[in-house]
């Protein structure tokens, strides 16, 4: 018989989840009193790796629990049951400017955890772990469906819950940096809402002075007439430049009331009646207001700045008729949105609407104010769409701050959507 002693154990429960689900992470059978590193991994699609981790001590009985204990060092302190995801950051000698960004969303985001022997910060490539598991997390629940969409000229991607619906529809609207963006929507859908992610910037459909109001229109018409989708409960959620275009659409367009609108980072700042080429150089008569960093890096957030007096340079959110919920990071260094959300709640006071307005305001919070424990980035790499130069933008925010803003965003984001897009009729 040879003498050898079971090895520790760490798992996480549940080992399958959402993105948006909370998860335990439990090592036992260690030594009592042992100090270990509990580290989280993940090798993303472009071959770049993530990593966060804490330092604990077992307690008497050899256990350690990420939801209960704390971590007295390591990329969190404190007691974080989510730490081990929302602090991540590229491993040390990644390429610089990553953000973090789920592309095939029918894979999983995998978490590669690992127990280690002592208090590391370092080396855990090369250091043999006491014990490892792995975790799914996933942006599409099972059975959400996918179906890309090209008709009409439309270039997205609509998500579709499981069941016949009929289910509310979202219109959702990513930001200047272009393309098609997914893993919001497939979340939104895994949430009850039939969710319409639109590309509106790339090369593709754009030539964005060939990107009207009549495009938004004919991605909203497309929902309203999807057979699955209920014609009357139709959100826009948008974030930075998507919030402008769907204030624009909510105030201007004839063709699209929606029920309510989220904007996430963004301004009512851009010239009424314009097509997003106006919008672009409109903000471009202003590049001179560019700032940057210590480490020139590039701070857009003045670009808006002072929020003209000029009513034809803005929104007029006084006749917005749905509710509006604001989200805005305090520390966001790339688009003035806490000056446009003060501004924009001062012209809905005068208007008689700010009945409508519920504003969230975050102290070091950035731009990026992603689904939650998404890796805080607080710059990145940024292809400009229209000029195709890559510069390196300033989001802003402190990770610990933004995280916990990130999660009640999120929650405060699904309780407005039920509220206005269900009805209170189930509750
Ligand atoms: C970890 O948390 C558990 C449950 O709250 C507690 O009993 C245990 O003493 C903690 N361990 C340490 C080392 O603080």
């Excluded at 471009?284 to 670009?303: A, G, P």
């Excluded at 007029?316 to 924009?344: F, H, K, T, Y």
């Amino acid at each position: 018989m040879s003498g050898k002693e079971p090895c520790p154990v760490i798992f996480v429960r549940p080992c399958r989840s959402s993105v948006d689900d909370n998860c335990v992470v439990l090592v036992q059978h260690l030594p009592p009193g042992l100090a270990v590193t509990i580290h989280a991994l993940i090798h993303s699609e472009d071959d770049d790796f993530w990593e966060a981790f804490g330092h604990y001590i077992s307690d008497d009985r050899g256990s350690v629990n990420v939801a209960k204990n704390a971590s007295i060092g390591g990329s969190y302190d404190g007691v974080e049951p989510m730490g081990l995801l929302w602090s991540m950051k590229p491993i040390p000698g990644s390429r610089p400017g990553l953000r973090f960004r789920k592309k095939d969303v029918h894979t999983p985001l995998v978490v590669h955890l690992s127990v280690y022997r002592d208090h590391m910060h370092e080396g855990f490539k090369d250091t043999k772990a006491l014990a490892c598991a792995v975790a799914e997390r996933w942006y599409m629940a099972p059975g959400v469906q996918k179906v890309c969409i090209t008709e009409n000229g439309i270039s997205g991607t609509l998500f579709l819950p499981p069941g016949p619906g009929p289910f509310p529809g979202l219109l959702d609207l990513w930001g200047g940096g272009g393309g098609l963006v997914e893993y919001r929507s497939a979340l939104l859908a895994s949430h009850g809402y039939v969710s319409l992610a639109l590309d509106y910037l790339t090369p593709k459909t754009s030539d964005t002075q060939h990107v009207g109001n009549d495009y938004f229109e004919a991605a909203y018409s497309l929902l309203q007439e999807h057979p699955q989708v209920c014609a009357n409960r139709i959100a826009m959620l948008g974030l930075s430049f998507g919030t402008s275009v769907a204030l624009g659409m909510a105030v201007y367009s004839p063709v699209i009331k929606p029920k309510c609108l989220v904007c996430v980072s963004g301004s009512h700042v851009m010239p009424v009646n314009g097509s997003l080429s106006d919008v672009f150089a409109e903000i471009k008569k202003n590049v001179r207001n560019t700032r940057y960093d210590e480490e020139n890096r590039v701070i857009w957030r003045d670009l808006l700045l002072p929020i003209p007096d000029d009513p034809s340079k803005k929104v007029d959110v006084g006749r917005i008729q749905c509710p509006v919920l604001l989200l805005v990071g305090e520390d966001d260094q790339n688009w003035p949105a806490l000056e446009s959300a003060e501004d924009m709640k001062q012209m809905m006071e005068r208007a008689g609407n700010s009945h409508l307005l519920t504003v969230a305001s975050y102290p070091g919070t950035g731009h990026l104010i992603e689904p939650p424990y998404s890796p805080h980035v607080r710059s990145s790499n940024f292809m400009v769409a229209q000029s195709r130069t890559k510069v390196v933008v300033v989001w802003g925010g402190q990770t610990v701050p933004h995280s916990k803003a990130q999660e009640d965003a999120w929650q405060k984001t699904l309780a407005f959507l039920e509220e206005h897009l269900y009805g209170t009729t189930y509750r």
